[in-house]
């Protein structure tokens, strides 16, 4: 089965910090994403990757930056947290060429205070 | 721009019944969906996929259907149980590793 661990279940910072949300899967995957979900707002793609040290923007991704140097390794950093950005954070890794399906860790509940 | 959307935001099965839940899309080039199910303080879970060449993927207890007429996707659940409580999402793709669009999900409840 495909293993996908995100370092922290819950995170509590405070506005202004510089926060690191780390993603590592075990697959060989190419792909990896990061995603935020909130309340009616379903999940939103912030950042992807197609390859180490390559990065996309996604849909949201104002306040994000990336970093991916290994295969397996893919971080999302909160330059300057704000409130606004306290949500679920959900990492998501998938295999290369078409319709490969996307499978998610289980997420980091982060609130800035 | 293209997004994918569900008919019903709730759902509540008796247990032992089969569950239906929907979703439309809007985009007619997508080519590839995916159903998830996530349960509380989990992460979506991939639960079955069918590509646009297909009409109809089973798996265990699980059914999709893809209606490209009129661009709608549903989940049959069969002799849905407890365990099958959580919200589920619809996911589409179009091209090559293009993001999938995720729908906002539908919450099946199931009455013990």
């Known amino acids: 089965d495909v293993k996908v661990t995100q370092s922290s279940r819950y995170l509590v910072k405070r506005t202004g910090e510089k926060v690191f949300l780390e993603c590592v899967q075990d697959?060989?995957?190419?792909?990896m994403f990061w995603y935020r979900q909130d309340p009616g707002l379903g999940l939103r793609l912030i950042y992807f990757?197609?390859?180490?040290?390559?990065?996309e923007k996604g849909d949201i991704p104002e306040g994000y930056s990336v970093s991916r140097e290994k295969k397996e390794r893919f971080s999302l950093i909160l330059e300057s947290a704000s409130t606004n950005q306290t949500s679920m954070y959900l990492c998501?890794?998938?295999?290369?060429?078409?319709?490969?399906?996307?499978?998610f860790g289980d997420g980091t509940r982060l609130s800035i205070l | 721009g293209e997004s994918v959307g569900l008919h019903l935001p709730t759902l509540s099965v008796q247990e032992g019944d089969n569950s239906i839940i929907n979703c439309a899309y809007s985009?007619?080039?997508?080519?590839?969906f995916i159903w998830y199910k996530q349960e509380s303080g989990k992460g979506p879970q991939f639960i079955i996929d069918?590509?646009?060449?297909?009409d109809k993927r089973q798996g265990q207890r699980v059914t999709v259907l893809l209606n490209k007429t009129v661009k709608h996707l549903s989940l049959q659940i069969a002799a849905t149980q407890p365990g099958d409580s959580a919200v589920y999402f619809c996911?589409?793709?179009?091209?090559?590793?293009?993001?999938?669009?995720f729908g906002k999900g539908t919450r099946l409840s199931v009455i013990a």
């Open positions: 990757s197609y390859d180490v040290k390559m990065k």
């Open positions: 998501a890794s998938s295999g290369t060429g078409y319709r490969q399906p996307q499978h």
């Open positions: 996911a589409e793709t179009f091209s090559g590793n293009t993001p999938l669009v």
């Open positions: 069918i590509r646009s060449n297909m």
């Open positions: 985009n007619s080039a997508s080519d590839y």
């Open positions: 697959m060989d995957h190419e792909n």
